[in-house]
């Protein structure tokens, strides 16, 4: 009887180092896989952080653009003033020579 309860008790030992190195390995490869995914991770953040430095290089430049816009814009606000001023002139011009061609005329006439 003393044989059956070693023999028994040696089973449930045995059973019990089996889910133990069972559980061990399970860990290990826990450890793997949480070092491939560390690994992974840093590389995806590295990533992140590249494509975040090329948009504010590119935010960068349209803030470039845009104020080389607006002054563009501001110089053909300027053109266009100075066209109407141009216009109003001739538009003068226009009406001194009617006047002489018709002072011209009636002194021919």
């Known amino acids: 009887m003393v044989d059956e309860v070693s023999n028994l008790i040696m089973e449930q030992l045995h059973i019990l180092r089996r889910g133990q190195e069972a559980f061990q390995r399970g860990q290990e490869e826990m450890r ?3 070092a491939d995914i560390k690994a992974r991770m840093s590389g995806f953040e590295s990533t992140l952080a590249h ?3 090329q948009m504010a290089h590119i ?3 349209i803030a ?3 104020g080389r816009i607006d002054r563009i814009e501001e110089r053909f606000a300027r053109v266009e003033d100075r066209m ?3 216009e109003d002139r001739m538009t ?3 009406d001194r020579l009617d006047r002489i061609e018709r002072r011209l005329d009636l002194t021919h006439a």
């Open 84 to 86: 109407t001023r141009i």
């Open 51 to 53: 494509i975040m430095a």
């Open 64 to 66: 470039t653009q845009n």
């Open 32 to 34: 793997a896989d949480i």
């Open 59 to 61: 935010m960068a430049q």
């Open 92 to 94: 003068r011009v226009d």
